[in-house]
């Protein structure tokens, strides 16, 4: 009942979505509306609600931001080492595609209807302080493998225009130093967070791309297999083992972290470094699809350890 209650509408939306992209309804320039809008207004506000209204305190523990931390290097290197026998433009768009998760966009959505609004600013919290790794780790690969002086970014610059980062930045400080926040301004970014999980899901199902699996079918199950399956359990048993948490909720959070599909941010990254974008795009698209599947398995793994 908890899969189905908490975890099939949030694919149901992803899944109208779709449909009404199918069918003509949401347009090009509507989807790219759509995704501005949750990208740089009303997912900022959905972060920043979560995570300034618990106490720094509450939310943020060393020992798993350091487990994750170790998901992540171990993630890129392996990566990495997958990657080296593929053709050039295929490494970037790999790399990316097990890296980085779709936190923001599902991740939420289904944190937060599991566990509420205080396992949402756990969760909040883990990205303010990981999201910036797998960033600077995705950017600092496709730079490495940029044969294109031009496009060579500074990863500091990445940073400091990405609303994520800023916002998560902005809020854990606000939270660590206990700011109040007029009743306004903190009404006004409630009512705007509140709008986050159906935009985001609907923009996900909008931008699903079913032709681009047609292409490299092996390759998309591989790093889908290692994206949902291997990544997962990787993270499920250094907080089991080596990072034991005893606490089901932060034991959910943690290990949900890395179960959720690649990031849509992804395409972006890889398109504007010259790697191959249409990998991107299909494994964004069947990682997605798999992981209602897949997140439903994680949630009862997870429910059933403790």
Excluded at 166 to 176: E, K, M, W
Aim: proline content about 4%; charged content about 10%.
């Amino acid at each position: 009942m908890l899969i189905i209650n908490h975890v099939i509408p949030v694919f149901i939306i992803i899944g109208i979505g779709f449909f009404l992209n199918y069918k003509g309804i949401i347009e090009e320039k509507i989807k790219n509306f759509m995704n501005n809008l949750a990208y740089y207004l009303i997912l900022p506000m959905m972060i920043f609600d979560s995570i300034y209204k618990v106490p720094f305190k509450e939310s943020f523990d060393p020992h798993i931001i350091a487990g994750l931390y170790s998901v992540s290097f171990t993630v890129f290197f392996f990566g990495i080492l997958m990657a080296s026998k593929m053709e050039d433009g295929k490494k970037g768009a790999f790399v990316n595609s097990i890296l980085r998760s779709n936190i923001a966009y599902i991740g939420f959505p289904i944190v937060y209807s599991l566990y509420g609004t205080h396992g949402l600013a756990r969760l909040s919290v883990v990205t303010g302080f990981v999201a910036p790794v797998g960033i600077g780790l995705a950017v600092l690969y496709l730079n490495f493998l940029n044969k294109k002086a031009s496009q060579k970014e500074n990863i500091a610059a990445i940073f400091i225009k990405d609303p994520m980062i800023i916002t998560c930045i902005i809020a854990l400080l606000v939270s660590y130093f206990e700011i109040k926040i007029p009743v306004v301004a903190s009404n006004t970014i409630g009512l705007l967070g509140m709008m986050g999980s159906p935009l985001m899901l609907l923009a996900v199902g909008a931008g699903l791309n079913i032709s681009a699996i047609r292409k490299d079918r092996l390759l998309l199950a591989l790093s889908a297999f290692i994206k949902l399956i291997i990544v997962p359990l990787l993270s499920l048993v250094v907080f089991t083992y080596l990072i034991p948490i005893t606490e089901k909720e932060v034991l959910g959070v943690a290990v949900l972290t890395y179960c959720f599909p690649s990031a849509l941010s992804t395409h972006v990254l890889v398109k504007k470094y010259g790697s191959d974008h249409e990998f991107s795009a299909a494994s964004i698209t069947v990682s997605t699809i798999l992981s209602l599947f897949t997140i439903s398995l994680w949630i009862y793994i997870v429910s059933a350890i403790l």
